[in-house]
Structure formats: structure tokens, C-alpha cells
T-cell receptor
């Protein structure tokens, strides 16, 4: 089945530094990937849609200069949290699907727990 | 119109019980309705999904019931086990492209032994 790998699983960084999170589709090509943010006991909030070879589409209210997304290949999308602050601490999750249509669900990565101190 | 409303927020059942989680949507363009299971510290995992041309779908102990006219769908977990204790999310999307999923707020299920 479709597998999405996310790295790192957790990261602690100092306030003001930048952190990069990787999302890879291991056994399929993903022209589109999605990045979500999840606060404790809350639902998934879509941050942006990552498209291979083009600029990401950000949801309303998400700062594109703070959350940089690069989808440089058909199997890799990266999310960089720039100048991180404690309020950016959250659980970040990516997802992708091997094909369009309802027969293929969206597979999620295992998530990255970011703690900014 | 993009919202998916999910209830209840939390649910406690005894082992063997049948928890039922309900979702409602407004956008009639939605034609893909998946359910995801999430354990603490993990990403969501797809459980089962349904399209609006069927009223029910079963996969193992999980069943989706779909009411197109009422724009509602629900998840039933038969013979629930303590290992089913997790957060469950319903979602909706438009198929035919890489369209985003609209998630419900989630239901925290606890199955007591």
C-alpha cells in the first residue's frame, strides 16, 4: 500500500531558529501533498497544498513566509518553519495519495512533534 | 458550507459495545467520505471510506452508514475492544482530483474492559 514517511518524528529547537520537516512518498509518486497542523485534542488544520514543481497554495491565515514549503521532486516535500517561536510548537503532519479518485485514500505520515523552547 | 460537523466529542463504551459516531455536511458536491483513526502521537490512518451511491459499507468490525438526503453519515464499531480506544475523524472531499479533505472535529473514544 501507499506509504508516506515523515522525518523527524520529533524535534526541539531554540526560539528564532528554523526547522525543516521532510515528507516522502516511499512507493508512489505524489504530485500533490498536503501539510496539516494539529494542536492537542483538536482536529487537523490544513496549512497548505504542496504541488510538485510549483508554488504551494496556502490556506487563509497561514503565513507563507513563516512556513516555507518546497516540493522539489515527485517523492519529497519539505516544510520549513522559519524563525520558530514557542507558539509554533505543534504536531505537523503531511499526507499524499497515489492517484486521484475515491478508490485511493489519502495516506498520512506519522507526524512531527515540534517543540520550540 | 465547507464544514463537516461531528458528534459526539467524546464517547465511553464497555468492551463489546457498539459506539456510533455521527457526521453531517452541507456541501452537496462532496462525494468521498472517509473515516480516520488516530492514536496519540501518530498520524491518522484510513479506516474505511464510502461514496454517496451506497447506503452502507462494511470492512471488518467497522461500518459506515450513509444518508444522502439527510447529508449525514456515521461510523459504527461492532464488538468494540480496548484497542479501539483512539480519536476518530470523519472527513469529506470532492473526488476526481487532489482535493483537500475537510475534517470533522474528532471523537475521542474510550473502550473500557
Amino acid at each position: 500500500g501507499a506509504v508516506v514517511s515523515q522525518h523527524p518524528s520529533w524535534v526541539i529547537c531554540k526560539s528564532g531558529t528554523s526547522v525543516k520537516i521532510e515528507c516522502r512518498s516511499l512507493d508512489f509518486q505524489a504530485t500533490t501533498m498536503f501539510w496539516y497542523r494539529q494542536f492537542p485534542k483538536q482536529s487537523l488544520m490544513l496549512m497548505a497544498t504542496s504541488n510538485e514543481g510549483s508554488k504551494a497554495t496556502y490556506e487563509q491565515g497561514v503565513e507563507k513566509d513563516k512556513f516555507l514549503i518546497n516540493h522539489a521532486s515527485l517523492t519529497l516535500s519539505t516544510l520549513t518553519v522559519t524563525s520558530a517561536h514557542p507558539e509554533d510548537s505543534s504536531f505537523y503532519i503531511c499526507s499524499a495519495s497515489p492517484a486521484t479518485g475515491w478508490d485511493y485514500g489519502y495516506t498520512f505520515g506519522s507526524g512531527t512533534r515540534l517543540t520550540v523552547v | 458550507q465547507q464544514q463537516v460537523k461531528q458528534s459526539p466529542q467524546s464517547l465511553i463504551v464497555q468492551k463489546g459495545g457498539i459506539p456510533i459516531i455521527n457526521c453531517a455536511y452541507e456541501n452537496t458536491a462532496f462525494d468521498y467520505f472517509p473515516w480516520y483513526q488516530q492514536f496519540p502521537g501518530k498520524g491518522p490512518a484510513l479506516l474505511i471510506a464510502i461514496r454517496p451511491d451506497v447506503s452502507e459499507k462494511k470492512e471488518g468490525r467497522f461500518t459506515i452508514s450513509f444518508n444522502k438526503s439527510a447529508k449525514q453519515f456515521s461510523l459504527h464499531i461492532m464488538d468494540s475492544q480496548p484497542g479501539d480506544s483512539a480519536t476518530y475523524f470523519c472527513a469529506a472531499s470532492i473526488s476526481g482530483g487532489y482535493n483537500k479533505l475537510i475534517f470533522g472535529a474528532g471523537t475521542r473514544l474510550a473502550v473500557h474492559p
